[in-house]
């Protein structure tokens, strides 16, 4: 009985290392467009076994906004380090998009964007002031457009690229209010300044 016991111990412990040296491989880099660490628009939902481990891995349903879902997988469930993968079919299979928006994160884009960013931080990246939508419905803050800065290059936003920023400070609604609309705003609006606000979802793309 005894040995029956070590016998199965060391196989559990084996996957768990398997599956941990598995998820230690990949890097965590997004390439707009191209890739999230391993992810690529090829990907199927059994090639993410292999690449993070069965039991990070997850089936379930990704909500995209305004009522929207898909089918999907997350990975890492429950961890700094999830991202929901909605599919393109019912057959788990080519990737729509991954979406990245645990705070802590080790996921990160090729130019250091990552959940908290700063509005700031982005500008810094950038290095010019972008467009972004003003807060008052689905789409508040995401960017609309870098206006020909450094990201325009290869972090275009649309076909490949959504980032999102929300407000991290609780201020007086008179405060927020020149901002409360659902019109495009330079992010070198001086109500920004007040928000706090920080990257808080990263979608890449996969047309």
């Known amino acids: 009985m005894k040995d029956k016991f070590l016998t199965i111990l060391i196989v559990v412990l084996s996957l768990a290392l398997v599956g941990a040296s598995a998820a230690a491989e990949h890097d965590w880099v997004c390439v707009p467009g191209k890739r999230v660490g391993p992810i690529t628009r090829t990907t199927r939902a059994s090639d993410l076994f292999k690449m993070f481990g069965k039991e990070n891995v997850k089936r379930t349903i990704v909500e995209l906004g305004e009522g929207a ?11 700094a380090n999830e991202i929901s993968i909605p599919w393109k079919n019912d057959k788990y299979q080519a990737p729509e998009m991954v979406i990245i928006e645990k705070p802590g994160t080790k996921w990160k884009t090729s130019k250091n964007i990552t959940i908290g960013t700063t509005l700031d931080g982005l500008v810094k990246i950038n290095k010019r002031h972008f467009k972004l939508y003003g807060y008052a419905w689905d789409g508040a803050g995401l960017v609309t457009s870098w206006e020909k800065g450094e990201l325009e290059r290869d972090h275009k936003i649309g076909e490949r690229l959504a980032i999102q920023l929300g407000i991290t400070r609780e201020v ?15 992010s070198d609006n001086r109500t920004f300044a007040k928000l706090g606000l920080r990257v808080m979802t990263i979608k890449i793309m996969f047309p």
Request: glycine residues 8%.
């Open 172 to 186: 007086p609604w008179k405060d927020s209010e020149p901002v409360r609309s659902s019109q495009e705003f330079r």
């Open 69 to 79: 879902t898909r089918p999907g997988t997350s990975t890492f469930p429950g961890t």
